[in-house]
């Protein structure tokens, strides 16, 4: 069965230290991975996809198929960065996504 | 940006009623969706919608929920008989094309049963 898999419920850094939420995936075919985020009191909202290779505030995420991996990485994390990360993967073309559990991201002064 | 706007905020009701949980999705989206996430769990898919008719749905979805889209606007997701354990945050989503694309969330609405 397809499952998202984020390790970690809370990661607490400093400002300025690197930032790194895991994430593994179980799909036997090709997903396509996304990092969804929620800031306090707002909408989930995108915040990349591994097929469009780009860096959205910082932050990159590698698809790495031998490790059924996609952990998002930041190298210094600023402290409008905390909020909850959702990674989530889609395997068919309904749009049907499976989240991870969220890694509550807090940056600390 | 255009949003997904989802009415009402919070909705409380007894076990065993109906209720009906609103939406109007981006206006020239193609894709709906409903999601639950159940306090301290994940984010769960319930169904996708398009064309006036399901295209996926979860094991969770079953007789006492259905969607709807009434008019060219809302989409509405109904639970005819609700249970305590359908208390949950409930979000809708929408998407321009079903392939593999960003999904615009609504702000959710949370339903209490008691």
């Known amino acids: 069965a397809q499952r998202v898999t984020q390790p970690e419920k809370l990661l607490s850094v400093f400002k300025g230290a690197p930032v790194e939420l895991k994430c593994n995936y179980s799909?036997?075919?090709?997903?396509?991975l996304f990092w969804y985020v929620q800031y306090s009191r707002q909408r989930l909202q995108l915040l990349l996809r591994h097929i469009s290779r780009e860096s959205i505030k910082g932050f990159t995420a590698d698809l790495n198929k031998g490790e059924t991996s996609f952990h998002l990485k930041k190298p210094f994390a600023q402290e409008e960065d905390s909020a909850m990360y959702y990674c989530a993967l889609t395997y068919s073309n309904t749009g049907k996504l499976i989240f991870g559990q969220g890694t509550t991201l807090q940056v600390k002064p | 940006e255009p949003e997904v706007t989802q009415t009402p905020s919070h909705q409380v009701t007894q076990m065993g009623q109906e209720v009906i949980l609103r939406c109007v999705p981006i206006?020239?989206?193609?894709?709906f969706y409903w999601y639950r996430q159940i306090l301290g769990q994940k984010v769960e898919f319930l169904v996708s919608f398009y064309n006036n008719e399901i295209s996926e749905k979860s094991e969770i979805f079953d007789d006492q929920f259905s969607v709807e889209r009434p008019d060219g606007s809302n989409f509405t997701l109904k639970i005819r008989s609700t249970k305590l354990e359908d208390s949950a945050m409930y979000f809708c989503?929408?998407?321009?094309?079903?392939?593999?694309?960003?999904?615009?969330f609504g702000s959710g609405t949370q339903l209490s049963v008691l």
């Open positions: 989503a929408s998407s321009v094309t079903g392939e593999n694309e960003k999904l615009f």
């Open positions: 206006s020239n989206h193609l894709y």
């Open positions: 799909y036997s075919g090709s997903p396509e």
